[in-house]
Structures are given as structure tokens and as C-alpha cells.
């Protein structure tokens, strides 16, 4: 992975930075917004009365559209994990082994230059609060919706049926939570359609990812309204190819961390 340019960052960042930080220690009960490389320093040296270090930027760096970094922390088990959010999804790259030097080196590189290490070999891990209330989120072709009901998952389904869309994504959060991903194949509407489906629950320890591609819409149907009404996920059978979620998820952080920002003029002013 590459390193994090900071000269994609706007001027005003760098102007603002000594501001725009927060330094927690002692477990969490100490937080200050003074933070200079000395205060993070004497912090990771103390690590053993602090239990762990973390530097939070107030506004997170956005690294590209989708992707945002807000935070780093060093644990008394010489631990670093870095904090990403990935559209509605926390991430954290975490590894051991550090020393208060390098620990300190790297805190001090992301309070003075926004600048990350690389993360090729780190586990990527998500985060889930311990107790997730229930909720639900539908996007289609990029384009989130407010407000919706289960009619309106099902007229997403309907759409890329028809060729008036392309992929939905239906998640949902809360003690049975995860998420269907439906992708349609091509834009010839004169072909049979083929459909990208994948799956996955948030089980525990472990979740569980399944992908297939098919060409029977009635199948889907089913799999979409049993989610949405009874949270049942769809039973595997053989056309569906099991995957590695953490693996995925890990590959998806590399994804985003790697492509070129693509934001329009419009965009880059607003930041």
C-alpha cells in the first residue's frame, strides 16, 4: 500500500492541524486538544500508566470519496490500529510489535503530515458496537434512501430486473444483521440477465459470506422478501461460492486507500 500523500490535502488542513486533533490517554479519561509532538511522545513513553494512546483527528481525513481516516491508537500491548470509515462501515488495521519509537514516529507522522504507514501486512478488522440497535439501509446505483419500506426493497429488486438499475445493496444491523448485494450483468436488455449476488451475515466469532451468479430472477425474490420480513438469509446451496468476509473487507481498505481520488473540481472546492 501506498503511503498517504499529504499534498492532496487542502491548505487550510495544515493551517488548522494544531487545532483539529485530540489526544486521549489514561485509559480514555484524559483528553486534551493542546496536542504537539512532545505531548504525544511523553504519552506512548507512558504507556503503561496510559493502557493505550490514541490521536483523533476531529475532522477526518478523507482519503477518497468513499474512504475517511480519523484516528490512531498505540496499545500498552504494543499494539497500533488505525481507524478507517468505509461508507457505513468502521474499520480498524491493526498489528503488534511496535516499539514506543516506532509507535511514536508513526502518531507524530499523522499529526504533522496526515501521513500513513503501509498496511500490507496488517489484519484488517470491522467494528461493531456491542450493542447495535436494529436498522436498515437500501442504496441503489450509489444513491441512498432516506426513507423506505419493505415495498420499496423489493421495487429496487424489480428495477434491475427490469434494466432500470444496477445494483442494489440492502444491509441491516442488530443481532441477525448483514447485508444482500444485487448486481446486474451487462446493459443489453435483449440478453438473459445474469445477477451478482452476495451475502453475508455478521455471525460470531466468524461471519459468513456467500457469493453467486445466476440467471432465474423468481429465486431472488424470495431470498429479498425473506430478509426484509423475517431476517432469514438465504439456506447456501451449490451454486453459491463461500468467501473469506475478513479477507474481503481487508481487500476492500487496500482498494480504497490505493485508488486515485477522482473527485470532481465542484468537490475539491467544497472540502
Not at 39 to 55: D, H, P, Q
Not at 62 to 86: G, K
Request: glycine fraction near 6%.
Amino acid at each position: 500500500m501506498n503511503r498517504f500523500d499529504p499534498k492532496r490535502l487542502q491548505g487550510k488542513f495544515r493551517a488548522m492541524q494544531k487545532t483539529q486533533y485530540v489526544l486521549i490517554t489514561d485509559n480514555g479519561k484524559e483528553r486534551t486538544s493542546h496536542v504537539t509532538d512532545g505531548r504525544i511522545m511523553k504519552a506512548v513513553y507512558e504507556i503503561e500508566a496510559n493502557g493505550y494512546v490514541t490521536l483523533e483527528r476531529c475532522t477526518p481525513v478523507r482519503l477518497v470519496r468513499e474512504a475517511e481516516c480519523f484516528a490512531i491508537t498505540f496499545y500498552e500491548d504494543s499494539r497500533v490500529a488505525i481507524y478507517f470509515r468505509v461508507r457505513k462501515t468502521m474499520l480498524r488495521m491493526v498489528k503488534g510489535g511496535f516499539s514506543c519509537d516506532a509507535a511514536a514516529d508513526l502518531m507524530c507522522d499523522f499529526f504533522c503530515s496526515a501521513r500513513l504507514p503501509d498496511m500490507t501486512l496488517w489484519t484488517c478488522e470491522e467494528l461493531k458496537p456491542a450493542s447495535r440497535k436494529s436498522e436498515s439501509n437500501l442504496s441503489v446505483d450509489g444513491e441512498d434512501f432516506r426513507y423506505f419500506g419493505s415495498a420499496d426493497v423489493v421495487a429496487a429488486l424489480e428495477n434491475i430486473i427490469d434494466g432500470k438499475s444496477v445494483w442494489m445493496l440492502y444491509d441491516f444491523t442488530g443481532e441477525n444483521g448483514g447485508y444482500i448485494n444485487i448486481r446486474r450483468r451487462g446493459d443489453d436488455l435483449t440478453q438473459t440477465a445474469k445477477y451478482e449476488v452476495e451475502c453475508v451475515r455478521w455471525t460470531e466469532p466468524t461471519p459468513t459470506g456467500y457469493r453467486a451468479v445466476i440467471s432465474d430472477a423468481a429465486p431472488l425474490r424470495g431470498w429479498l422478501w425473506d430478509l426484509v420480513d423475517a431476517r432469514k438469509f438465504p439456506d447456501p446451496t451449490p451454486e453459491w461460492e463461500s468467501f473469506d468476509v475478513t479477507d474481503y473487507f481487508q481487500r476492500l481498505t487496500f482498494r480504497f486507500l490505493d485508488k486515485e481520488d477522482k473527485l470532481d473540481k465542484s468537490d475539491n472546492d467544497e472540502r
